[in-house]
């Protein structure tokens, strides 16, 4: 258990890294928060890792920075949901008492040792809470329940796991050490969750934000020129071809029109039929046909690549979904003809 633990906290230290460097399409204020929360999760496995190897041992200074690292994991990941969810919505001084009750928690752990696994549990007791209140803001957005089984899932098993720790740290404190190891092991779980989501859901964040914008917003077309608004975004699709840029959102879209998020996500829906997610993909798989048809040296990847398409994957996956074949397939049944 001890050698799995300490490998997949290697993984996950490298991914965290990875996704640390990765290019964002979120806020200001959200990639802040998702490079904090990175940071935290670096350090949280790092410690972990050493103290499992024996390379480590927890002294009063490692003690507290640990305790703060777990704390911090809950408020971190749901203020930066918030921030996704709410696009917004702006950084508020008052979003920083958030952090207060983990920073007391951290300090009594060094200030009374001998309670130290009791504040342990709270610091689980207190994920679960904002773990519940993200599930909560998800379950709102009724929409598009089905985008988020996995968040559930996972939400479920960090609540239960939370649950457990709160029993066993009050209940029992010789069998604390036996969790680090599944602790690390759930934690690298939580980060192949994540890739995977980066790799086969792309534009996730971008039905995310547009959903979120009808749910949170009052929005209003009444002093929008719908139809030169029309005109434009074909401008944008056809002529300057924005499409191609993999990390297009619905806000940075908007932003080229000189509109709200919640403003071009009611315009397309009302006007076009669709959300913004589906007529992105729709402009991205129209011109992957003609590439298709017109340029049979190109790779199929190379196309997917070349129409905005993130990874072969969500190229196959989007292709499938519209024509019920692969592009591959597609491509020898055009040149067949």
């Avoid at 994920?127 to 089984?149: D, H, I, N, P």
Wanted: charged residues 10%.
């Amino acid at each position: 258990m001890s050698q799995i633990s300490i490998a997949v906290a290697g993984f996950s230290i490298i991914a965290s890294i990875l996704l640390f460097f990765q290019k964002r399409t979120e806020t200001t204020t959200a990639k802040i928060l998702a490079r904090l929360l990175l940071c935290i999760l670096i350090m949280i496995q790092l410690i972990q890792a050493m103290y499992i190897g024996g390379y480590l041992f927890f002294d009063s200074t490692v003690s507290f920075f640990y305790l703060l690292s777990l704390g911090l994991v809950g408020p971190l990941f749901y203020l930066y949901s918030q921030h996704v969810i709410q696009t917004n919505m702006q950084w508020a001084i008052q979003e920083a008492w958030h952090f207060v009750p983990v920073i007391l928690l951290s300090l009594l752990g060094i200030l009374l040792p001998d309670y130290y696994n009791i504040f342990y549990s709270l610091m689980f007791f207190l994920g679960g809470v904002y773990m519940s209140c993200l599930a909560w803001s998800l379950y709102q957005l009724r929409e598009r329940r089905t985008l988020f089984k996995m968040e559930f899932l996972f939400t479920a098993s960090f609540l239960a796991w939370s649950i457990a720790v709160v029993l066993i740290g009050i209940l029992s404190s010789q069998v604390m050490d036996l969790l680090l190891p599944a602790q690390t092991i759930m934690l690298s779980l939580l980060l192949v969750a994540a890739i995977h989501i980066q790799l086969n859901y792309p534009h996730l964040l971008s039905s995310l934000e547009e959903i979120a914008s009808r749910q949170y917003q009052t929005s209003t077309l009444l002093n929008v020129d719908c139809d030169a608004i029309k005109i434009q975004l074909e401008e944008l699709m056809t002529i300057k071809k924005v499409y191609q840029d993999a990390e297009l959102s619905l806000s940075s879209c908007a932003e080229m029109l000189s509109l709200k998020s919640h403003q071009l996500s009611e315009l397309i829906n009302t006007q076009l039929g669709m959300s913004f997610s589906s007529y992105l993909r729709q402009q991205r798989i129209t011109a992957s046909e003609i590439l298709l048809k017109t340029e049979p040296e190109v790779s199929v990847l190379a196309v997917g690549l070349s129409v905005g398409f993130s990874s072969q994957s969500a190229f196959y996956s989007a292709f499938k979904d519209i024509h019920s074949i692969a592009p591959g397939q597609y491509r020898r049944q055009i040149l067949a003809k």
